[in-house]
């Protein structure tokens, strides 16, 4: 990929210069459909201690800030998977001990088939996320896990990690 851009005014095809991307940028951009393994992106540094945490979430960004947001608490994040099959996949390679899960996802799966999937084989507590709360409303799942409200802002997932390691964690949709 080129690091120059072509003016617009005047002549047409004079390159201008720009920011070239940092390698870390380039991979998240060009990331495939795959897991994004953002941890190997090196984005908040070393790898940290903590709890092992899962990120189910199809959106790139709302996934980079969520990790950045756990790992910023001490814990860390093993994988981000967007769809069903890659988050059964990488909670197979890497039980984890907490689950942070959209309710739906790009491929049209579903983040709490997912869930529940993961679930047979391991245990660990489950953050339901969603931009529209009455999807987390029903089923089996909803009363066994705490609930975000999207967008979910840093306090709100440091208040529900808490709740969780402490074993005091209700299930209700946090606003």
Not at 96 to 124: H, K, M, T, W, Y
Not at 151 to 160: D, K, N, Y
Request: some cysteine; charged content about 25%.
């Amino acid at each position: 990929m080129s690091n120059l851009a072509v003016q617009s005014l005047g002549d047409a095809r004079r390159p201008l210069p720009t920011r070239a991307r940092t390698s870390a940028e380039a991979e998240l951009i060009e990331a495939p459909a795959a897991i994004l393994d953002l941890a190997a992106l090196d984005v908040a540094g070393p790898e940290l201690g903590g709890v092992a945490v899962l990120i189910i979430e199809d959106e790139p960004l709302i996934a980079l800030d969520l990790q950045y947001t756990i790992e910023s608490l001490g814990h860390r994040v093993t994988s981000v998977a967007r769809t069903r099959s890659e988050a059964v996949r990488s909670a197979r390679e890497k039980p984890p001990r907490l689950i942070f899960a959209d309710v739906r996802l790009a491929d049209g799966s579903s983040g709490i088939q997912a869930v529940n999937e993961i679930l047979e084989d391991c245990d660990a507590d489950v953050v339901l996320m969603s931009g529209f709360p009455e999807r987390m409303v029903s089923g089996p799942m909803s009363s066994a896990c705490t609930r975000l409200e999207k967008p979910v802002s840093e306090r709100r997932v440091a208040a529900t990690i808490e709740r969780l390691l402490s074993g005091s964690a209700p299930s209700r949709v946090v606003r």
